[in-house]
């Protein structure tokens, strides 16, 4: 009996030190390599009683799974993922512990060298309310590149009336930040195109050849690597496609060509490619220019602003 006790009492105990543990959450991290500061997201949550998972978004690639989040004796935390697109041979490994409000560690890469980096939680959105219009206007005028801003290699350029990226070059940005928004953008592309659209900055909707294909997180529509469009609704390439999103704090909803492929979905965190991960600052549209040629038509932005439902209001 004392020993089934003993064996019980450990177990609760491992229990309780899950349960309670300060790594469960979201961390948005800030990965000092070779002097760049790269933005990367991490997710911890648990598994049964006790057993730590999670997901974790480098700072290019898509949501990884974490098969298992190690606590060690001392407190730390350490885990392991594949490599994605890395270079190098090797797995990418993390380990570190919460220092005041911070997770502070180091990483591995996945050609053996290692780096520092510094985490904070992600902040709390609000998402939930009523909303107004506050303004309608075109981001794109459809003569210049007036309130748009690139970087070095650009292959930007308006040729009769289209906003068009002839190769992978440099990923356009806009001037103006926002926080809740309607955003409209029509575009084409040729066969094999990727790109895409981050909102915020943050955030991006797929930009994909899919026609045919089975819906994923990765290809037309998906928020990368987290949201899976409930249907393919890409055209064929070569024709006008459109994409109508609506963000309010993190909850998306999508209508591609015509078709309800999102509606209210929670997007976890930041995306691969993202500019920053200051989620809680207003945010650009960036149109990714990066990976491939691409024809924009239309970017009408119509701004929203959000006003809470206080549930202390009683009828």
């Avoid at 799974?65 to 697109?85: L, M, N, R, Y």
């Avoid at 492929?261 to 149109?287: K, V």
Wanted: aromatic share 10%.
């Amino acid at each position: 009996m004392r020993i089934l006790a003993l064996l019980f009492f450990t177990a609760f105990a491992n229990v309780v030190v899950t349960q309670d543990s300060p790594y469960i959450g979201k961390w948005n991290l800030i990965i000092d390599k070779d002097g760049d500061s790269l933005c990367s997201w991490l997710e911890v949550k648990k598994s049964g009683f006790n057993t730590l998972v999670g997901r974790f978004v480098y700072a290019m690639g898509s949501a990884r799974p974490i098969s298992e989040v190690k606590i060690s004796k001392d407190g730390g935390f350490s885990f392991t993922i594949p490599k994605q697109w890395e270079r190098g041979a090797g797995d990418m490994s993390f380990s570190g512990a919460i220092e005041g409000d911070n997770l502070v560690g180091k990483m591995i890469y996945t050609d053996g060298n290692e780096y520092m980096y510094t985490g904070t939680r992600a902040p709390k959105l609000a998402s939930d309310g009523h909303t107004r219009k506050l303004y309608e206007r075109k981001l794109f005028n459809g003569t210049d590149l007036t309130g748009w801003k690139t970087g070095e290699n650009s292959q930007w350029k308006v040729i009769n009336g289209v906003l068009t990226n002839q190769a992978s070059g440099a990923n356009l940005v806009s001037e103006e930040t926002f926080e809740n928004f309607h955003l409209t953008v029509s575009f084409r592309y040729k066969p094999g195109a990727n790109s895409g659209i981050y909102l915020r900055g943050r955030y991006e909707v797929q930009i994909e050849d899919g026609y045919g294909k089975e819906p994923s997180s990765i290809l037309f529509g998906g928020i990368y690597g987290f949201l899976t469009p409930n249907e393919m609704a890409a055209f064929h390439a070569g024709e006008v496609q459109k994409f109508e999103i609506t963000l309010i704090g993190r909850k998306v909803s999508i209508i591609a060509n015509g078709k309800r492929i999102i509606t209210n979905q929670m997007i976890p965190g930041i995306t691969g490619g993202a500019l920053d991960n200051d989620e809680a600052a207003r945010g650009p549209i960036m149109i990714q220019g990066d990976h491939g040629p691409i024809e924009i038509l239309e970017v009408k932005l119509t701004e929203l602003e959000l006003h809470e439902v206080d549930d202390s209001i009683k009828e």
